[in-house]
């Protein structure tokens, strides 16, 4: 692992939790972040938009940085219900996730969208981190590498670099199954990816571009892939709604090397 991509672990909390025990599993993470000297890892929050305010005072001076699930392409307008990344940006988020498969299928977005809400985001100053993955029937049709190159081509914007952009690799049929792809497939996958985005961004990009693996990432596994040497970082899911459990996966960072 090159030193010049440290490790990032993200917790998507999708859907999930009031402002109380959200309030409480912050504090907490807040804390443990505390007890230990780290320059290794970051850590970032995912919460549900009305939490991004409560969140964004209550980790005020702390390392932690706040991002949000989810933004339109647009920075205002007459869109019902959503939220623009420029006013992410206002309430205190650092990062967005873009293209994750669960908006991808169930809000129909497709490479199009998510290359313009990436491009709003890194236009409001944010960290898009853009998802791909393929899913069981690709994966069953040997199409994985085909579909997450076809992703990867028409989903980043052409001025992303590594400071504003973050790929997350995110097989489907792994999210929320405790099926994982083994540590090779990982490694396999997370590399073609490195040197395509050679070929988008430049290549000194792409070697510092941070690669996260999702999917079922929980503490007992999570070392084996945040050791791997293009993994940068972990999006997790299920597992960071407990506090303690996403600690344990961020400690990993600080044995790996
Ligand atoms: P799980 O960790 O629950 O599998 O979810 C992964 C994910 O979708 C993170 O964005």
Redesign the pocket.
Known sequence: MAELRRPLIAG?WKMNGLRQDSLLRVENIVTALSKISNSTFETLICPPATMLGMISSSIKGSEIFLGAQDCHPASSGAYTGDISAEMLADIGCSHV?VG?S?RRLAHSETNKIIFEKASSAIAANLIAII?VGESADQKADGQTKNVILSQLSASLPPHSTSANMII?Y?PIW????GVTPNKYDVQEIHSMIRENLSGIVSSANANQTRILY????KPSNAYEFLSLPDVDGA?????SLNWEDFMAIAACCLDRE
Request: net charge negative.
């Open positions: 998507n996730i994750h669960e998802c997350a995110e792994a999210i929320g199954t999702g999917g079922s990432v999006l997790v899911g299920g597992a």
